[in-house]
Antibody
Framework: EVQLLESGGGLVQPGGSLRLSCAAS????????MSWVRQAPGKGLEWVSTISGSGGSTYSADSVKGRFTISRDNSKNTLYLQINSLRAEDTAIYYC?????????????WGQGTTVTVSS | EIVLTQSPATLSLSPGERATLSCRAS??????LSWYQQKPGQAPRLLIY???NRATGIPARFSGSGSGTDFTLTISSLEPEDSAVYYC?????????FGGGTKVEIK
């Protein structure tokens, strides 16, 4: 069964950093683009960042450019999101999601999410 | 940025009734429109991609239609387990964007 398992969330002070991870299983990880999508408490879904299967192309929302960095290690079947200079408005559940072969393909598999709380 | 506007915000219907959810784009997205279902405490699930294609394992009571700027998700006969928030999402342009969601309540 295709699975995505996020980890790395937690409580962090404003200005702090975290690295989120998403471990993938039961599919050829390097063949698929991967993304992060977040959801603030009681709010809707917000796309954050996408990386191509090879890792050679990345795309990010303006709200996180310069602060968040998406990356992947295909040898470990793992997706990452390095999040720096955290703000209160970054508080959210962060989901990793698998796309199709192209970076803009629909999100067909989602993890259960990891919660990031930014507070002093 | 393409803005997706969903209506209504909330839909309250009885089991067996037909639900019609709308998603309107601020500019054409051709057919590159997906629908997701999110139940409380769960991750979203892909229902429909490219406006009208059901994802793997999605029941036939879910259908999508539309192109350009106006799209519809129809649930032909509501089941109690269809209580959820439904989001549309476009993939024609970066940034990828989602609509604000429609909450479907089952009476």
């Amino acid at each position: 069964e295709v699975q995505l398992l996020e980890s790395g969330g937690g409580l962090v002070q404003p200005g702090g950093s975290l690295r989120l991870s998403c471990a993938a299983s039961a599919f050829t990880f390097s063949n698929y683009a991967m993304s992060w999508v977040r959801q603030a408490p009681g709010k809707g879904l917000e796309w954050v960042s996408t990386i191509s299967g090879s890792g050679g192309s990345t795309y990010s929302a303006d709200s996180v450019k310069g602060r968040f960095t998406i990356s992947r290690d295909n040898s470990k079947n793992t997706l990452y999101l390095q999040i720096n200079s955290l703000r209160a408005e970054d508080t959210a559940i962060y989901y990793c999601a698998k796309s199709g072969g192209a970076p803009y393909d629909p999100f067909d598999i989602w993890g259960q999410g990891t919660t990031v709380t930014v507070s002093s | 940025e393409i803005v997706l506007t969903q209506s209504p915000a909330t839909l309250s219907l009885s089991p067996g009734e037909r639900a019609t959810l709308s998603c309107r784009a601020s500019q054409s997205v051709s057919s590159y429109l997906s629908w997701y279902q999110q139940k409380p405490g769960q991750a979203p699930r892909l229902l429909i991609y490219d406006a009208s294609n059901r994802a793997t394992g999605i029941p036939a009571r879910f259908s999508g239609s539309g192109s350009g700027t106006d799209f519809t998700l129809t649930i032909s006969s509501l089941e109690p387990e269809d209580s959820a928030v439904y989001y549309c999402q476009q993939r024609i342009n970066w940034p990828l964007t989602f609509g604000g969601g429609t909450k479907v309540e089952i009476k």
